[in-house]
Protein backbone atom coordinates (compact mmCIF):
# COMPACT_ATOMS: atom_id res chain seq x y z
CA UNK A 1 0.00 0.00 0.00
CA UNK A 2 1.11 3.43 -0.75
CA UNK A 3 0.93 5.78 2.81
CA UNK A 4 0.27 9.95 2.23
CA UNK A 5 4.14 10.33 0.48
CA UNK A 6 3.41 7.99 -2.39
CA UNK A 7 6.02 5.50 -1.14
CA UNK A 8 4.94 1.97 -1.37
CA UNK A 9 4.60 0.64 2.48
CA UNK A 10 6.08 -2.37 3.92
CA UNK A 11 3.71 -5.61 2.93
CA UNK A 12 4.06 -8.55 4.59
CA UNK A 13 4.30 -12.18 3.77
CA UNK A 14 4.27 -15.82 5.01
CA UNK A 15 5.24 -18.64 2.90
CA UNK A 16 4.89 -22.01 4.15
CA UNK A 17 4.11 -21.33 7.95
CA UNK A 18 7.34 -19.60 7.90
CA UNK A 19 7.20 -16.37 10.08
CA UNK A 20 5.81 -13.00 8.21
CA UNK A 21 8.71 -11.02 6.57
CA UNK A 22 8.37 -7.61 5.67
CA UNK A 23 8.94 -6.76 1.98
CA UNK A 24 8.95 -3.15 0.52
CA UNK A 25 9.61 -3.58 -2.98
CA UNK A 26 10.91 -0.54 -4.73
CA UNK A 27 9.98 0.98 -8.19
CA UNK A 28 11.05 3.53 -10.47
CA UNK A 29 12.46 4.62 -14.03
CA UNK A 30 15.60 5.34 -14.62
CA UNK A 31 17.27 7.30 -17.88
CA UNK A 32 20.38 5.68 -19.40
CA UNK A 33 22.56 6.57 -22.38
CA UNK A 34 21.78 3.70 -24.27
CA UNK A 35 20.26 0.11 -24.26
CA UNK A 36 21.09 -2.72 -25.94
CA UNK A 37 19.92 -3.90 -29.35
CA UNK A 38 18.64 -0.71 -30.01
CA UNK A 39 15.88 -0.72 -27.11
CA UNK A 40 14.60 2.58 -25.91
CA UNK A 41 12.93 1.01 -23.08
CA UNK A 42 13.82 -2.28 -20.94
CA UNK A 43 12.56 -3.50 -17.74
CA UNK A 44 15.32 -5.03 -15.54
CA UNK A 45 14.19 -6.60 -11.67
CA UNK A 46 16.48 -7.20 -8.39
CA UNK A 47 15.21 -9.08 -5.59
CA UNK A 48 12.37 -6.12 -4.12
CA UNK A 49 13.03 -3.72 -6.73
CA UNK A 50 11.24 -3.51 -10.28
CA UNK A 51 13.02 -0.88 -12.94
CA UNK A 52 12.41 0.28 -16.46
CA UNK A 53 15.40 1.48 -18.10
CA UNK A 54 14.52 3.92 -20.56
CA UNK A 55 17.03 6.25 -23.24
CA UNK A 56 17.35 9.93 -22.56
CA UNK A 57 15.36 12.05 -24.79
CA UNK A 58 12.56 9.19 -25.27
CA UNK A 59 10.52 9.99 -22.29
CA UNK A 60 9.77 13.44 -20.25
CA UNK A 61 10.50 13.68 -16.63
CA UNK A 62 6.61 14.10 -16.33
CA UNK A 63 6.12 10.95 -17.88
CA UNK A 64 8.62 9.43 -15.99
CA UNK A 65 6.79 10.73 -12.70
CA UNK A 66 3.51 9.74 -14.08
CA UNK A 67 4.46 5.94 -14.53
CA UNK A 68 6.31 6.05 -11.99
CA UNK A 69 3.39 6.88 -9.72
CA UNK A 70 1.18 4.32 -11.32
CA UNK A 71 3.50 1.62 -11.27
CA UNK A 72 4.06 2.47 -7.01
CA UNK A 73 0.09 2.21 -7.22
CA UNK A 74 -0.17 -1.12 -9.42
CA UNK A 75 2.65 -2.83 -6.85
CA UNK A 76 1.49 -1.56 -3.66
CA UNK A 77 -2.02 -2.81 -4.71
CA UNK A 78 -0.50 -6.04 -5.33
CA UNK A 79 -1.61 -6.06 -8.81
CA UNK A 80 2.06 -6.99 -9.71
CA UNK A 81 4.03 -9.16 -7.59
CA UNK A 82 7.26 -11.28 -8.25
CA UNK A 83 8.74 -14.33 -6.12
CA UNK A 84 11.77 -13.54 -4.86
CA UNK A 85 12.31 -16.48 -2.86
CA UNK A 86 13.46 -20.03 -4.36
CA UNK A 87 10.72 -22.73 -4.62
CA UNK A 88 10.86 -24.68 -1.59
CA UNK A 89 11.90 -28.09 -1.37
CA UNK A 90 8.92 -30.33 -0.78
Known amino acids: MQDD ?9 TTGGAS ?7 VDIEFVDR ?10 EQENRFVWLVVHGHM ?3 ARE ?4 ALQSIV ?10 PPQAS
Request: no cysteine; proline share 12%.
Open 5 to 13: SGTTAPQQR
Open 20 to 26: AELLRPE
Open 35 to 44: LPGGRVVMPV
Open 60 to 62: SPQ
Open 66 to 69: DMVS
Open 76 to 85: GNRLWEQNWQ
